[in-house]
């Protein structure tokens, strides 16, 4: 119950195209859906996130959807470039105390110039 | 630059042996969580620490153990190393104040074990 599954495990997408990464989770208790971005030999970094309240939240090119009755998000890259190829991570938090994230299985992305 | 220092960022031992990780996290931060990083599993939650006490344990293993000190830092030691081990190690920090707390995790750029 504490998974967050995600796909694809990788995704190829040409420059300017549209780059569309699925999460889903099982607890309901969930209430903070973020995504990270990691660099190669960097540490993940919030790229965006959302709560329960709002289906949906844009940041430039950046766009989560959020299905709460089918427990389900989404990360949307609008107009892909090649300097968005690195590995993208859900995530998920339910306790405001501890705040711990339990994560996706994460996803290359690679954009093609 | 996220703010949290982790030491070292390479490590190679041999199996059976000890190691220690040290995190700095982000100035007044007061929780400090450590995640594994591994190619088959992505990220897992081992174990977070706020003000010095333990908060929250996830998959972490009896050979590990971690701690927070009272200037905050905290280090994760590894003991009786395995093959399986060799992983990348990263420390994240929140929360200068839980009531200010927006959820978000600031990460190390990791350390990185390799067991042989």
């Known amino acids: 119950q504490q998974q967050v599954k995600q796909s694809p495990q990788s995704l190829i997408v040409q420059k300017g195209g549209i780059s569309i990464i699925n999460c889903a989770y099982e607890?309901?208790?969930?209430?903070?859906f973020p995504w990270y971005q990691q660099f190669p030999g960097k540490g993940p970094a919030l790229l965006i996130a959302?709560?329960?309240?709002?289906s949906e939240k844009k940041e430039g090119r950046f766009t989560i959807s959020f299905n709460k009755s089918a427990k389900q998000f989404s990360l949307h890259i609008m107009d892909s470039q090649p300097g968005d190829s690195a590995t993208y991570f859900c995530?998920?938090?339910?306790?405001?105390?501890?705040?711990?994230?339990?994560f996706g299985t994460g996803t290359l992305l690679a954009v093609q110039p | 630059d996220s703010g949290v220092t982790q030491t070292p960022k390479h490590l190679i031992t041999a199996t059976g042996q000890r190691v220690t990780l040290r995190c700095s996290p982000r100035?007044?931060?007061?929780?400090v969580y450590w995640y594994q990083q591994s190619l088959d599993q992505g990220l897992q939650f081992l174990i977070q620490?706020?003000?010095?006490?333990?908060?929250a344990k996830g998959n972490i293993l009896e050979r590990f153990s971690a701690q927070q000190f009272p200037d905050l830092h905290s280090e994760l030691n590894l003991s009786s190393l395995e093959l399986g081990d060799s992983a990348l190690y990263f420390c994240?920090?929140?929360?200068?104040?839980?009531?200010?707390?927006?959820?978000?995790?600031?990460f190390g750029e990791g350390s990185r074990l390799t067991v042989l």
């Open positions: 994240a920090s929140s929360a200068r104040h839980l009531a200010a707390n927006t959820g978000e995790l600031f």
């Open positions: 607890n309901t208790a969930f209430d903070y």
């Open positions: 959302i709560r329960p309240d709002v």
């Open positions: 995530a998920a938090s339910h306790d405001g105390a501890t705040n711990k994230l339990i």
């Open positions: 100035s007044g931060d007061l929780s």
């Open positions: 620490y706020y003000n010095g006490e333990e908060r």
